[in-house]
């Protein structure tokens, strides 16, 4: 009886080291056709992803469905912006591609934060000096918050050679309420310097609530 006990402990032991060392295969999402059919046009551009990415179809599938997330109010939930750079490396344009990419969402945010003060210049509610000193502070915190930007989700990454150098381009995503608040706080840093008068005429603009109305765009090309 014994033996019998032994020699089935051996043989589920045998199983388990046996199950251990078969490797289970990923199986990523299945994506639509319109998202096939756009890694198609990448790939046959001559496309590739780097090693140990997740593949192409999959990570467009990605980036198409974080630009439609929305908020419990309808708003945007990410930004998304697209960076590309050719480097004699990878490392240099890869690099160089992310730091475009950034720019470029944080560039949407201040677009539509200018938008609100031409509507007040437009509405008589500020006059153009206002309207200059507001934009300005906007731009120099705009710039800060690029520089310094975290948490940057690269939801598209791709490489191809051209010549003997490079191209890398990206698609960045970052929460479209954290970079507004990020640019607000600059804001608030850089109007310390101003009179108590000056701050509280400028109140409205570092109100997030105020950047809600109207269309928001929450990508750029």
């Known amino acids: 009886m014994k033996i019998k ?13 046996m199950q ?11 994506v639509s056709h319109d998202v096939k059919k756009e890694a198609k046009r990448y790939e046959k551009e001559g496309w590739k992803t780097l090693p140990g990415n997740t593949p192409l179809k999959q990570q467009l599938d990605n980036a198409f469905r974080k630009q439609a997330e929305t908020t419990e109010e309808g708003f945007p939930q990410w930004i998304i912006a697209n960076g590309s750079s050719v480097a004699q490396t990878q490392a240099a344009a890869e690099m160089q591609a992310i730091e475009l990419a950034k720019n470029r969402l944080v560039g949407l945010l201040q677009t539509k934060m200018k938008a609100v003060i031409e509507s007040d210049v437009s509405n008589n509610q500020l006059d153009s000096k206002e309207a200059a000193s ?10 800060r918050v690029s520089k310094k930007l975290g948490r940057v989700s690269p939801l598209f990454k791709v490489y191809k050679p051209v010549g003997n150098n490079t191209e890398v381009q990206v698609l960045l995503g970052y929460s479209y309420e954290m970079a507004q608040k990020e640019i607000i706080e600059e804001m608030k840093f850089e109007l310390q310097a101003e009179t108590d008068d000056v701050r509280k005429r400028y109140e409205k603009f570092l109100n997030p609530e105020n950047y809600k109305e109207g269309e928001i765009k929450n990508y750029t090309e």
């Not at 251990?20 to 299945?30: D, E, I, L, N, Y």
């Open 5 to 17: 006990y032994a020699a089935l402990g051996f043989t589920l032991l045998t199983a388990l080291v």
């Open 20 to 30: 251990a060392k078969t490797p289970k295969k990923f199986k990523f999402p299945k």
């Open 134 to 143: 507001i934009t300005k502070t906007i731009e120099v915190s705009a710039n």
